[in-house]
């Protein structure tokens, strides 16, 4: 064989083994991909629009705010003229799922004649967060991570059963202390709207220490928010978003508040949930 023949043939040998190398690559690395269900599981729990999906980025967890909402339940009399609904227990699957993909807390409380019983109150802390999965290209630096990334998914798996556990506990809690409260019937004499809009506004602008990230705070108020109790305005000073909710359209004293209106209930946790979640 010559120079030039043997020149030629190591020429085809190394482009054959190179190319051999790269469909190697590719199929082990489809090997080692992650099965479509684990990676569901790791990246989003519940419908919460958490995963964005593209060929540069396969997975990214979206980072969200952890949220506080107040809701004060009218139960006066004239709850029934302006057709504002009488909420119940479980009236709150909305925004407790809200909660369940952000993190935050709901309080629950009563316009009444006085306005001023404790609020009941649900914590649901962020949940667990999933893990990255491999990214690498090269077929043994991919393995090795894969080995990891499962090692964090068993992880991670352990962490949402705990959360969820211990979430489900305290929903069942809230409810029930919830139920108790809007029992009351819708016979109070007057609407005390001021010292309703006080308790909320003190909850809203309680500390966020507790918290990774600053909290967005929304105050709903069930109610036709027609002052007679007679009491004095109040200076808000959480910053949140109110939202007034009643079928007459009406905002009562509190349209220096600038609340957003809606005809009933779950608009409103709509409109919360579009604001938190990008409409997902």
């Known amino acids: 064989m010559n120079i030039k023949t043997l020149t030629l043939a190591l020429a085809v040998l190394f482009i054959a083994t190179n190319?051999?190398?790269?469909?190697?690559?590719?199929?082990?690395?489809?090997?080692?991909q992650p099965s479509p269900q684990?990676?569901?599981?790791?990246?989003?729990?519940?419908?919460?629009?958490?995963?964005?999906?593209?060929?540069?980025?396969?997975?990214?967890?979206?980072?969200?705010?952890?949220?506080?909402?107040?809701?004060?339940q009218d139960k006066s009399g004239s709850a029934n003229d302006t057709r504002t609904v009488?909420?119940?227990?479980?009236?709150?699957?909305?925004?407790?799922?809200?909660?369940?993909?952000?993190?935050?807390?709901?309080?629950?409380?009563?316009?009444?004649?006085?306005?001023?019983?404790?609020?009941?109150?649900?914590?649901?802390?962020?949940?667990p967060a999933p893990p990255t999965p491999p990214q690498a290209r090269n077929v043994f630096q991919r393995a090795e991570e894969d080995g990891d990334y499962q090692q964090r998914l068993n992880d991670y798996k352990d962490r949402v059963a705990k959360w969820t556990q211990e979430t489900d506990r305290r929903v069942e809690a809230f409810l029930a202390?919830?139920?108790?409260?809007?029992?009351?019937?819708?016979?109070?004499?007057?609407?005390?709207?001021?010292?309703?809009?006080?308790?909320?506004?003190?909850?809203l602008n309680e500390s966020d220490a507790s918290w990774s990230s600053p909290t967005n705070r929304y105050a709903i108020l069930n109610s036709d928010c027609q002052e007679t109790a007679h009491t004095k305005p109040v200076?808000?000073?959480?910053?949140?978003?109110?939202?007034?909710v009643n079928g007459a359209g009406s905002t009562g004293v509190t349209e220096a508040l600038k609340p957003e209106r809606f005809e009933n209930p779950t608009a409103a946790f709509e409109f919360i949930k579009a604001r938190e979640l990008g409409g997902k």
């Not at 051999?20 to 080692?32: E, H, M, P, Q, T």
């Not at 479980?90 to 404790?118: K, M, Y």
């Not at 200076?235 to 007034?244: L, Y």
């Open 235 to 244: 200076q808000v000073k959480s910053g949140a978003q109110w939202i007034v």
């Open 86 to 127: 009488q909420l119940n227990e479980g009236g709150f699957a909305a925004p407790i799922n809200l909660l369940r993909c952000t993190g935050g807390e709901l309080g629950i409380g009563i316009v009444d004649d006085l306005s001023n019983r404790p609020l009941v109150r649900l914590r649901i802390d962020a949940p």
């Open 177 to 203: 202390q919830a139920g108790e409260l809007l029992k009351q019937n819708p016979n109070a004499k007057r609407t005390n709207v001021w010292s309703a809009v006080s308790r909320a506004d003190l909850y």
């Open 19 to 32: 190319a051999g190398c790269r469909v190697s690559d590719s199929s082990a690395s489809s090997r080692i």
């Open 38 to 72: 684990a990676e569901q599981q790791a990246t989003a729990i519940g419908d919460c629009g958490a995963v964005a999906k593209d060929q540069q980025h396969p997975v990214q967890t979206v980072v969200r705010n952890p949220i506080r909402i107040v809701i004060f």
